[in-house]
């Protein structure tokens, strides 16, 4: 049955609404400017070159209001300026993008992606809520032990395929995916940008207090299942249900099928399909392995290959002949989408360059006092949370705020473990709500939901996991978490 063309691309809608939100957040981030004045703290640097503030050390440099109003458009392009925000490592995420945009394009035009897909399904159909059970332990998994989040952008079209194939939505797709690997990412056991940096920054022994945050885990894993599941078996009664039915109707109508249609796709010609099996085999080892052996930052260049080599050289396998000029094409459909980079990264670039960014800082810390423990942790949650809409990047973020807040906490019995318990759920579930995260829009730009519907989807279950967290830092305390 021949099926209507709706590839995975950006969504030029969604792209509009993430960039007139980024925008208005731009305006926001200059409006903090006219009230907030310029500051500073000294730096310090170890003796690995990492460089993190002194406490201690803030000094006011100037006043509210003398940040100039053309910054506001100004910004968007300073992030490519020498010490901007988007510095080489925002760069090799655009080529990223670009890249796995013509894989994937490629892969799905040729029937690959389809063919994947549906042998998934036809193993799975009867067992569907095992595969959710499944699907989202091992995105949690590779968010929490190996700090994995942009990577996983090339796996969400496949994952919403498969969702669109057993009767979903693309909502529950992203939850497979974005979703889970978010709060793996905050509910982190060995995360390398999270937890063993802020460990190092709280002087805790690297990989230590691990008890609590496997409970922790354990529990995220439970409340994110349920949420899925529960989400599934109402698109199951009632498909009509989904708050994206219409703008899914495309691509839902290309990729559902009977259960005799699932079989009889799955019987694609085998070469192409066990080559990009092989290859997605060797991408999950290179993952799981390339923390401990020091390659980790080299994981985007090696999933790009390995995607290019999948696509190119597996359409070759399938028969395909367009392959450059499909893949080409996939680039340019794709390219769009990468200019919310340098707009989000235009807030943070406005905060940094007006000089309020040390004040915001101060500001915090100065709230933290000799109280209750009970308080002055809440009060370190939120301020992480604040921050992580201003600066995404979780290592800078650490470098920023960590050697502040530790000694802080210690003068209320907050132990450095605490700290760093606090400050990796401040970080990493606010990854995939705050619109200020270039790869949350990208990553819904490639399916058709909007951010007001993410955001209406995920933030019930958000505010659920700020209470649990809480919940958890208050246990810390009251154990006296090392």
Not at 329 to 338: E, L
Not at 393 to 404: E, G, N, V, W, Y
């Amino acid at each position: 049955m021949p099926r209507k063309d709706a590839s995975f691309q950006i969504n030029k809608k969604s792209l509009l609404t993430a960039a007139l939100i980024i925008f208005l957040l731009i305006v926001v981030s200059y409006c903090l400017t006219l009230f907030v004045p310029p500051g500073s703290y000294q730096t310090i640097t170890d003796e690995n070159g990492n460089v993190a503030i002194e406490a201690g050390s803030y000094a006011q440099t100037g006043d509210a209001g003398e940040y100039p109003v053309y910054n506001i458009i100004l910004s968007i392009f300073k992030s490519f300026a020498p010490g901007g925000d988007v510095n080489i490592i925002m760069i090799v995420i655009m080529l990223f993008i670009l890249l796995i945009g013509g894989s994937f394009t490629l892969l799905d035009k040729c029937g690959i992606l389809r063919a994947v897909i549906a042998k998934i399904a036809a193993k799975m159909m009867g067992r569907k809520y095992l595969l959710i059970a499944v699907i989202s332990f091992v995105f949690m998994f590779l968010g929490s032990f190996f700090g994995i989040l942009e990577e996983i952008v090339p796996l969400i079209p496949l994952v919403v395929g498969l969702s669109y194939m057993l009767g979903w939505d693309s909502l529950m797709g992203l939850g497979l995916s974005l979703l889970a690997t978010s709060f793996g990412f905050a509910a982190a056991l060995y995360n390398p940008f999270s937890i063993v940096i802020s460990q190092q920054l709280a002087g805790v022994p690297v990989y230590s207090g691990t008890l609590l945050r496997l409970v922790f885990f354990a529990v995220i894993y439970g409340v994110l299942l349920l949420f899925l599941i529960r989400y599934a078996k109402k698109l199951d009664k009632n498909p009509m249900c989904s708050s994206v039915y219409i703008e899914d109707t495309a691509r839902r109508e290309k990729y559902r099928m009977t259960p005799a249609e699932i079989k009889e796709a799955a019987q694609f010609n085998k070469k192409p399909l066990v080559f990009v099996g092989a290859l997605l085999a060797v991408m999950f080892a290179y993952l799981v392995s390339a923390p401990f052996l020091g390659i980790a930052d080299y994981s985007m260049i090696v999933i790009a290959v390995i995607f290019i080599l999948a696509a190119t050289v597996g359409a070759k396998l399938a028969g395909y002949k367009s392959t450059a000029k499909t893949f080409f094409s996939g680039m340019r459909d794709i390219a769009p989408g990468i200019l919310l980079i340098p707009m989000a990264m235009a807030v943070s670039t406005i905060i940094r360059d007006s000089g309020i960014q040390d004040t915001l800082l101060y500001y915090s810390s100065s709230v933290i006092s000799n109280a209750s423990p009970y308080v002055n942790i809440i009060i370190i949650y939120a301020a992480i949370l604040i921050l992580e809409f201003f600066v995404a990047q979780a290592s800078t973020k650490a470098f920023l705020i960590l050697p502040l807040v530790v000694p802080l906490a210690a003068l209320s019995g907050i132990s450095g473990q605490t700290v760093v318990f606090a400050y990796a759920l401040g970080d990493g579930f606010l990854n995939v709500l705050y619109p200020t995260n270039a790869m949350l829009l990208i990553a819904l730009g490639l399916t058709t939901v909007s951010y007001p519907k993410w955001f209406r989807f995920t933030i019930w279950i958000q505010l659920l996991i700020a209470a649990i967290s809480i919940g958890f830092l208050m246990l810390a305390i009251g154990i006296g978490y090392h």
